[in-house]
């Protein structure tokens, strides 16, 4: 044991060593770096916070102990670990950190959870004025509450039920940073919707610039609509099961809630369509 231990070890400095002299990774590891320039450092309990210097610590994040508190709440989850939140105004950072700009093109995301758990980051965006910095920390935190809950080969699984984790994350996190029911149902109510994953045939007749924001309130109002109509703590037990095994949600869902997930889908669609719900 103390053998695989040593070379886990020794595998573990190889690949920070690595990481550290190549600047693709760099910033997969800069929450653990020893030396970060420019940006400084303060620890509160349940999480460490690291911002720019030239920017300061963002006041709201002063309280990330009781942010952490509301969202566990919100979600009716224990946090397992502590969380480290890296607040950047430098898109380089955070597209490296998150591996986001890995893909094609970087999006204008407030924030992003790795699927560890244990690292958020908040992005130049959140930094501009009139942004809820809390509201964008609680939503990542809702992403990193969930991947505590299972082992890090399951949270693949869970980022591809993109409705389900993202709904989660805007209801318990910052709704208001999307468009609220009044203006969603304005976009959605008409004879042609269907349920985002499902087909995007009703974004046709959403205006381009809000196409990701109405996708986000979509998914809130779908789980509102599914504890609207089961009850929080039905919901609740449904969630854990897919946290325990996100593809087999839909067994899940017939398990929980006595119906089929594709019939459920079609009345959420038809609430839509009629304008019953949201509620107004
Ligand atoms: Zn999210």
Known sequence: MKRIKRAARIGVLLLVLFALSHTSFSG????????????????????????????????AYRRVGDLMAEVSRANGLRFREDVTVVVTDDWGLFNRGT???????PLPVLGAALQTGTVIYVSPLALEPGRDMAGVLRHELTHALMFQQ???????????????EEGLAVRAGNPRDYLDDHAWSLHARHPGYRFGPWGD????????ELRGSFRLSEYRVFIEFLVGR??????????DDVLRDPPAHEAAFQRHFGAPFARVVAEFEQAVREGTWPRA
């Open 99 to 105: 591996l986001l700009g890995w893909k094609a093109t």
């Open 28 to 59: 997969l590891l800069f929450p653990w770096s020893p030396v970060r320039p420019g940006y400084a450092r303060e620890t509160f309990s349940g999480g460490t916070v690291i911002y720019t210097k030239r920017g300061g610590m963002p006041p």
């Open 201 to 208: 045939g009703e974004l046709r007749t959403v205006p381009e």
């Open 150 to 164: 299972m082992p890090l080969r399951q949270t693949f699984a869970l980022v591809r039920l993109d409705w389900f």
């Open 230 to 239: 089961y009850g929080r703590d039905r919901f609740f037990a449904y969630r």
